[in-house]
């Protein structure tokens, strides 16, 4: 008899959470979600995410932030998934705050009620990007998982489909800015497709896996692509890389948590991100399920 392993899912609500939810409960796993909010997970996400309520087998209800005790969280647990991450800008709490220490809290729980594996996701190009706020606070997460003892890994992702839904609906205002040329390339990867990356990711060696999606495209093309399928004609106003680059340090002089929102668009223009090409949803495709999806 084949014993059905249970897994933790944290950050169920998110991108990238849901569909790791779907991933593991066709696989056959006992799945007990954390979610703050249920009735966000009742109704598919903007990018066509699937609802998991009805699927999921235990749903916890906690603000990981604001909830005093986590204990029992992993009780009974063999694999702790998370990727709890900030997802609204708050002047309260950063990165440090969300990406580290919250997800520091479910780390603890997890070695304290003795799971078997820790999977988190991270993001690629970490080397390249390291002065990102959130890559900061993501590599601080990283050393805390590797020196805790448990069986661990980590996904580093390329930008998901989800991001690149955000170029499609500039696009659909008619109008886009650009940082940059837009001549560094990337291969954006389906949510669904990473799920799979991280359902696999349950057994073996402690490791890094990073994961793109099967095509790349210059961050122009990308744009381009975002107008055509939704019927406009290409206009993107490009900003000198030099000028956004001064006003970024200028604003980060009276402005911090506007400087750390802005050093995202700012610093992940200026590298390729190609990483390994995995799974076979098409960026092509996704804007054209978004251009007929109800607005
Ligand atoms: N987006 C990209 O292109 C990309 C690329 C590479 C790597 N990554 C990484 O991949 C991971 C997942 O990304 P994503 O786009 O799926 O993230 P997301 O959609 O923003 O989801 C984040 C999840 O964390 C939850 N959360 C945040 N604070 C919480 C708290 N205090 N208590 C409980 N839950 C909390 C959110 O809950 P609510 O729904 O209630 O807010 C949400 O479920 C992140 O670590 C991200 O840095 C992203």
């Given at each position: 008899?084949?014993?059905?392993?249970?897994?933790?899912?944290?950050?169920?609500?998110?991108?990238?959470?849901?569909?790791?939810?779907?991933?593991?409960?066709?696989?056959?796993?006992?799945?007990?979600?954390?979610?703050?909010?249920?009735?966000?997970?009742?109704?598919?996400?903007?990018?066509?995410?699937?609802?998991?309520?009805?699927?999921?087998?235990?749903?916890?209800?906690?603000?990981?932030?604001?909830?005093?005790?986590?204990?029992?969280?992993?009780?009974?647990?063999?694999?702790?998934?998370?990727?709890?991450?900030?997802?609204?800008?708050?002047?309260?709490?950063?990165?440090?705050?969300?990406?580290?220490?919250?997800?520091?809290?479910?780390?603890?729980?997890?070695?304290?009620?003795?799971?078997?594996?820790?999977?988190?996701?991270?993001?690629?190009?970490?080397?390249?990007?390291?002065?990102?706020?959130?890559?900061?606070?993501?590599?601080?997460?990283?050393?805390?998982?590797?020196?805790?003892?448990?069986?661990?890994?980590?996904?580093?992702?390329?930008?998901?489909?989800?991001?690149?839904?955000?170029?499609?609906?500039?696009?659909?205002?008619?109008?886009?800015?650009?940082?940059g040329n837009g001549d560094k390339k990337?291969?954006?990867?389906?949510?669904?497709?990473?799920?799979?990356?991280?359902?696999?990711?349950?057994?073996?060696?402690?490791?890094?896996?990073?994961?793109?999606?099967?095509?790349?495209?210059t961050f122009r093309?990308?744009?381009?692509?975002?107008?055509?399928?939704?019927?406009?004609?290409?206009?993107?106003?490009?900003?000198?890389?030099?000028?956004?680059?001064?006003?970024?340090?200028?604003?980060?002089?009276?402005?911090?948590?506007?400087?750390?929102?802005?050093?995202?668009?700012?610093?992940?223009?200026?590298?390729?991100?190609?990483?390994?090409?995995?799974?076979?949803?098409?960026?092509?495709?996704?804007?054209?399920?978004?251009?007929?999806?109800?607005?």
């Amino acid at each position: 008899m084949t014993i059905m392993k249970k897994v933790l899912v944290v950050g169920a609500s998110g991108y990238l959470g849901r569909y790791v939810v779907n991933e593991f409960k066709e696989r056959g796993y006992y799945v007990r979600v954390l979610v703050r909010n249920p009735e966000k997970i009742k109704t598919p996400g903007p990018y066509g995410e699937p609802a998991v309520y009805s699927i999921a087998d235990e749903i916890i209800l906690s603000d990981v932030a604001c909830t005093e005790s986590l204990d029992g969280l992993c009780e009974g647990i063999d694999i702790v998934f998370s990727s709890l991450e900030m997802t609204s800008p708050d002047s309260k709490r950063n990165n440090y705050d969300v990406d580290y220490l919250d997800n520091r809290r479910i780390l603890h729980q997890a070695v304290v009620e003795k799971v078997s594996r820790f999977i988190y996701v991270s993001a690629f190009n970490e080397d390249k990007v390291h002065d990102l706020p959130l890559n900061r606070a993501h590599e601080l997460f990283v050393a805390d998982l590797k020196a805790s003892g448990l069986s661990w890994a980590v996904i580093r992702p390329n930008g998901y489909f989800s991001d690149m839904g955000r170029y499609f609906s500039m696009a659909r205002t008619g109008h886009m800015f650009m940082v940059g040329n837009g001549d560094k390339k990337m291969n954006p990867v389906h949510g669904a497709d990473i799920a799979k990356v991280c359902a696999d990711a349950v057994n073996g060696d402690c490791r890094k896996i990073t994961v793109g999606g099967p095509d790349i495209y210059t961050f122009r093309e990308i744009m381009e692509m975002a107008f055509h399928a939704c019927g406009k004609t290409p206009w993107i106003t490009q900003f000198p890389m030099w000028l956004v680059d001064g006003i970024h340090m200028a604003v980060r002089f009276f402005n911090s948590n506007l400087a750390e929102l802005m050093s995202f668009a700012v610093e992940d223009v200026k590298f390729d991100h190609v990483s390994p090409a995995y799974g076979n949803r098409h960026l092509k495709n996704f804007f054209a399920e978004l251009a007929i999806a109800p607005k």
